[in-house]
C-alpha cells in the first residue's frame, strides 16, 4: 500500500510570508503527527491530530497551525515566516489508537525561508 | 520534563565490531521506547520498540528503568547498518504519536 505522501517535497518562501504543506496519510490511518527536523534542535514534535481534532500539541509559537480532514488528509500552515523556520518538516501517520500502532513517517517538506 | 538523550552524534566501527548506541531518557510515568533509523535518501522508519523485546536485523534493545536507558546493541556490525538512529520516548496510550526525540547518532560501518 502507498505510504505517507508529503507534499511538495521543497519549498523556498520569503520572511514574512505563509506556507501550507500538506500530508496524507496510509490509507486507513486516523491520526497524523508533525516534526520539524533542524540540524541544531533535532526531531521537535508540533501537533497531532485524530479524527479532525488536534490531540496533542507541542511548544511552538502560534504561527504554527494544522487541520486534519475527514478523509484524514492534513495540513499544517506556518503564517509570518521566521528565517529561523526553514527546516524539514516530517509528517507520521498511524491508526491512532492503542499502544502496539506504529508511526510512518513520510520523505518531508524541505521549507526554506530567505 | 520529557527528555531523550542520545549523547554520541557520531560512532565508527569496523565490520564485525560490537556497536551500541547510548540513549537515556527522563520521563516521570511509563514510557514506550523506540529506536528509529534513516538510511542515506530514505524516510525515518520504525526500527525497534521496547514493547516488542523482539530482534530486528541483529539489533536489540533493553529498557532499563533503574539507570533510565535503552541502549541500542548489536554484536556485529555490517556495512549496511551504517545510518542515523533516532532514540525515541513516547508519553503513553493518549500521547502515543508524541514522540521525543533524541538528537541522533550516526553510525559508521568502515568495512
Known amino acids: 500500500k502507498a505510504g505517507v505522501t508529503q507534499t511538495p517535497r521543497y519549498l523556498i518562501k520569503t520572511r514574512g510570508q505563509q506556507v501550507t504543506l500538506s500530508c496524507s496519510p496510509i490509507?486507513?490511518?486516523?491520526?497524523v503527527s508533525w516534526y520539524q527536523q533542524t540540524p541544531g534542535q533535532g526531531l521537535q514534535f508540533l501537533f497531532e491530530y485524530f479524527s479532525e481534532t488536534q490531540r496533542n500539541k507541542g511548544n511552538f509559537p502560534g504561527r504554527f497551525s494544522g487541520r486534519q480532514f475527514s478523509n484524514s488528509r492534513s495540513e499544517m500552515n506556518v503564517s509570518t515566516l521566521e528565517l529561523g523556520d526553514s527546516a524539514l518538516y516530517l509528517c507520521a501517520s498511524s491508526m491512532g489508537a492503542g499502544v502496539r500502532t506504529e508511526a510512518f513517517f513520510g520523505q518531508g517538506t524541505r521549507l526554506t525561508v530567505v | 520534563a520529557q527528555r531523550v538523550t542520545q549523547p554520541e552524534k557520531l560512532l565508527s566501527v569496523f565490520k564485525g565490531a560490537p556497536v551500541e548506541l547510548k540513549c537515556n531518557y527522563s520521563y516521570s510515568g511509563s514510557p514506550e521506547l523506540f529506536w528509529y533509523v534513516q538510511y542515506s535518501r530514505q524516510r525515518l522508519q520504525l526500527l525497534l520498540r521496547h514493547i516488542s523485546r523482539e530482534s530486528i536485523k541483529g539489533f536489540t534493545a533493553d529498557l532499563n528503568k533503574g539507570e533510565t536507558s535503552f541502549h541500542l546493541k548489536k554484536p556485529f556490525a555490517q556495512e549496511e547498518d551504517s545510518a542515523m538512529y533516532y532514540c525515541a520516548l513516547s508519553a503513553g496510550v493518549d500521547n502515543f504519536n508524541k514522540f521525543y526525540f533524541g538528537s541522533g547518532t550516526k553510525l559508521n560501518v568502515k568495512p
Open positions: 490509507s486507513g490511518h486516523r491520526s
